[in-house]
């Protein structure tokens, strides 16, 4: 899913895409947890949850896109807060990253 840059109406660069996140982000004493909500479509509402994360780490932390997802790939805990099977309805998938002494470090 893209969006257009407000500033220019064209594909927002990476900068520009890593600040526009759709969902809250909720804040525990061990994760920061992103969210990806989804009407009918639990695949999907995973793809979001991940890209919010990604757009995390790259817009507070300065990862590359490339780094975020290989960071999520082996520190992200991914799961469902809300689901139906069938796809009926509103699904609702958060990914959990970490809080880890190295990497990353608190909001900018």
């Known amino acids: 899913r893209q969006r257009r ?3 220019s109406g064209t594909e927002p660069t ?4 890593a600040y526009i996140l759709e969902y809250p982000v909720t804040e525990t004493a061990t994760h920061w947890i992103t969210h990806g909500v989804v ?3 639990l695949a999907q509402t995973t793809v979001l949850a991940c ?31 809300q689901s139906c099977h069938p ?7 958060k990914m ?3 809080k880890l002494p190295s990497s990353p470090r608190p909001f900018r």
Request: contains cysteine; proline residues 2%; glycine residues 10%.
């Open 5 to 7: 840059s407000q500033k």
């Open 14 to 17: 990476t900068k520009e895409f």
């Open 39 to 41: 009407t009918e479509n």
């Open 51 to 81: 890209e919010e994360a990604a757009k995390l780490l790259v817009g507070q932390w300065g990862f590359a896109i490339e780094q975020a997802f290989c960071f999520l790939s082996v520190q992200g805990n991914l799961g469902w807060c």
């Open 87 to 93: 796809d009926r309805g509103t699904q609702i998938a």
């Open 96 to 98: 959990a990253v970490p």
